[in-house]
T-cell receptor, first 118, second 113 residues
Framework: KAGVTQTPRYLIKTRGQQVTLSCSPI?????VSWYQQTPGQGLQFLFE???????NKGNFPGRFSGRQFSNSRSEMNVSTLELGDSALYLC?????????????????FGPGTRLTVL | GQQLNQSPQSMFIQEGEDVSMNCTSS?????WLWYKQDPGEGPVLLIA???AGELTSNGRLTAQFGITRKDSFLNISASIPSDVGIYFC?????????????WGLGTSLAVNP
């Protein structure tokens, strides 16, 4: 089974530009989450989509937006890029796991897109 | 946003040493998860804990779900060079059918062969 794929892997943009990142989840996974990772800041949650609807949202400005398509593929868009947007953007698809009568979500991460804003 | 208190922030150890890291929270979680991120890759789930007081092992890894449901630790015994990476704890809370994950900031582990 193919894992989560993200394109592109590397991207260089300049301030003020906009960027679109793409994520293809594992087949059968309907939930896709996006994270921003910078050194020392861990994984900052951006948003989660489930069945084409945004289910949860983190504390990022409106310049960050996303969407999910009917095939569960997701895109993330950042408009008016700032230097501080330079980061690794990770996408994760998740699957509910049932173990010992308990259910939790396991997230499967892609390799990320490394965005550099100059 | 809300974040878990994960410590230590970084560790530099000799191969063969044992490692311990922990996470605490002011909130109660139904599930604690430990992920590892290898350099250049996304995080991968190591251990899932879902019973308060539960101790779970996965090879050289041992993790515990604190009895108060507000903390967890991860131990790595006899470390090897491939243990290098960033370890993240995450707590999952359920609000109806809406599950939310809260993450720690990570523990960066370096192993000197």
């Amino acid at each position: 089974k193919a894992g989560v794929t993200q394109t592109p892997r590397y991207l260089i943009k300049t301030r003020g530009q906009q960027v679109t990142l793409s994520c293809s989840p594992i087949s059968g996974h309907r939930s896709v989450s996006w994270y921003q990772q910078t050194p020392g800041q861990g994984l900052q949650f951006l948003f989660e989509y489930f069945s084409e609807t945004q289910r949860n949202k983190g504390n990022f400005p409106g310049r960050f937006s996303g969407r999910q398509f009917s095939n569960s593929r997701s895109e993330m868009n950042v408009s008016t890029l700032e230097l501080g947007d330079s980061a690794l953007y990770l996408c994760a698809s998740s699957l509910a796991v049932l173990a010992g009568g308990h259910s939790y979500n396991e997230q499967f991460f892609g390799p990320g897109t490394r965005l550099t804003v100059l | 946003g809300q974040q878990l208190n994960q410590s230590p922030q970084s560790m530099f150890i000799q191969e063969g040493e044992d490692v311990s890291m922990n996470c605490t929270s002011s909130s109660i979680f139904n599930t604690w998860l430990w992920y590892k991120q290898d350099p250049g890759e996304g995080p991968v789930l190591l251990i899932a804990l879902y019973k308060a007081g539960e101790l779970t092992s996965n090879g050289r890894l041992t993790a515990q779900f604190g009895i108060t449901r507000k903390d967890s630790f991860l131990n790595i015994s006899a470390s090897i060079p491939s243990d290098v990476g960033i370890y993240f704890c995450a707590g999952e809370s359920n609000a109806g059918n809406n599950r939310k994950l809260i993450w720690g900031l990570g523990t960066s582990l370096a192993v000197n062969p």
